[in-house]
């Protein structure tokens, strides 16, 4: 078996194989729905069937931008601190600032509702491709986007119920589309949450090319009808080390990639759009820097603000990594 093998997958359909720096592996994201388990099998010696990888879907969570992970059976969830501030600094007040004190609910009855928070658990995938591929079929070129985009949202309106909410993904630059259902959680209620200097210790603000190697996690919980959601299908939280060889899964929501961008693309991103987007995005952060001097009030309300413009200032946007709950 090949040495420190990686594996990735998203909550919106996205499985992969990586390899760390150490080991050569193959390199590739692929749905749930579409996994290559016999070709992992005949490399790897094993991999998961179906009913795994079902399990590791339910137990996989999305956030605005964010990866999470289902990790009881009362809906509690584990998420990125970065991920949360947003609720955290909703939740803050003059007398009770969560991002430089931290949050802890001693019981159930003290978790707080975030506001404008919902979180998306995937239940299914189904292909829809011939869905697609019948009502663009025939159309003129400059009526297929119009075509194609109805057609999802039929499939959508169909598909849409009071708890679940669904989209069509397109796949392989329209080569494959999937209809997504996601199961929607609108009372998610903060659980436990970090003072932010101990989140985002080391001070850097760009924490996905300079990881954080500070207490960046939180808890958030679902709930149904005013009770913690029934989630039986959650991953278990394992505390021992890895061991030598040894198949490492990581589900979670990606983002986009640049590498079917042509060169003409990237240079213009390069020598026009993005030098304008950092501009704009410095101007912003030297306002919100300014704004949080003022006191501690505005300190705390900015927080979450500038904590999202500080990442984009640091990074080329155009190349936006994946977002996952590492």
């Known amino acids: ?50 009913a795994w990888l079902d399990r590791v879907m339910a137990g996989t969570a999305r956030l605005p931008g964010c990866s999470a992970s289902n990790v009881s059976d009362a809906g509690l969830v584990l998420t990125n601190h970065h ?73 959508t309106r169909e598909c849409t119920t009071a708890n679940m909410r669904c989209e069509v993904v397109t796949l392989y630059q329209g080569g494959r589309y999937g209809l997504y259902r996601y199961r929607n959680y609108a009372d998610v209620r903060l659980v436990f949450a970090p003072e932010h200097g101990m989140a985002a210790f080391g001070g850097d603000p760009d924490n996905f090319n300079f990881p954080r190697y500070g207490l960046d996690f939180s808890f958030l919980r679902l709930y149904e009808n005013g009770a913690p959601a029934a989630t039986p299908n959650h991953l278990d939280m394992r505390f021992t080390p890895l061991a030598e060889d040894e198949l490492v899964l990581i589900a979670g929501n990606p983002g986009r990639t640049s590498r079917l961008r042509t060169t003409a693309e990237l240079a213009f991103e390069r020598d026009v759009n993005l ?33 999202s413009v500080e990442k984009f200032v640091q990074r080329p946007i155009w190349s936006a990594p994946s977002a996952c709950g590492c």
């Open 83 to 155: 991920c949360v501030i947003s609720c955290v600094t909703a939740l803050s007040t003059t007398d009770a600032n969560f991002i430089q004190n931290g949050f802890l609910a001693q019981a159930r009855e003290e978790e707080r509702r975030c506001p404008n928070m919902a979180v998306d658990v995937l239940t299914s995938i189904t292909d829809v491709t011939t869905d697609i591929e019948t009502a663009t079929a025939g159309v003129a070129p400059e009526a297929f986007a119009h075509a194609r985009d109805a057609e999802f949202a039929r499939l």
């Open 275 to 307: 030098p304008w987007q950092i501009a704009s995005l410095s101007e912003l952060r030297g306002r919100l820097i300014a704004y949080s001097a003022l006191g501690p009030d505005q300190e705390r309300i900015a927080s979450s603000a500038l904590q």
């Open 1 to 50: 078996m090949r040495q420190n093998l990686r594996a990735a997958a998203a909550v919106v359909g996205v499985f992969g194989l990586a390899a760390t720096p150490a080991a050569q592996a193959e390199e590739g994201m692929w749905t749930f729905d579409n996994f290559p388990a016999d070709r992992m099998r005949e490399e790897m010696g094993w991999a998961p069937d179906q």
